[in-house]
């Protein structure tokens, strides 16, 4: 089992910045395959940046490219989502994830994840 603990959450301005951190503990042997998502109320769940933590290799979401960034610690235990130029449109509940995956697999934003944190939530006014 995996555990995965979101942090980092809370509330901003548009234009603003906020710092999402997931820390995984347990058996995460194999869990190469890092992600974040999110979903606003009323909406489907959406997802926003990946990541291979043996390669380093990310994918983003289109209306999240530019604006963040999906990063690890040199421990590969926690993984980070750097957000700029937040606007109302990014107001969710943020949920990290993982899954084991190849070595080298890059996951996309429909990779099928097993472990999930219990998320925190990001508002943005206007």
């Known amino acids: 089992q995996v555990q995965l603990v979101e942090s980092g959450g809370g509330s901003v301005q548009a234009g603003g910045s906020l710092r999402l951190s997931c820390a995984a503990s347990?058996?995460?042997?194999?869990?190469?395959?890092r992600g974040w998502f999110r979903q606003a109320p009323g909406k489907e769940r959406q997802g926003v940046a990946g990541m291979n933590t043996y390669t380093g290799r990310t994918s983003y979401g289109d209306s999240v490219k530019g604006r963040f960034t999906i990063s690890q610690d040199n421990a590969k235990s926690t993984l980070y989502l750097q957000m700029d130029s937040l606007t109302p449109e990014d107001t969710a509940m943020y949920y990290c994830?993982?899954?084991?995956?190849?070595?080298?697999?890059?996951?996309?934003?429909?990779?099928?994840?097993?472990?999930w944190g219990q998320g925190t939530q990001v508002t943005v006014s206007s």
């Open positions: 347990g058996r995460t042997s194999g869990i190469y395959c």
């Open positions: 994830a993982a899954t084991s995956c190849g070595r080298y697999f890059t996951p996309t934003l429909t990779t099928p994840y097993n472990y």
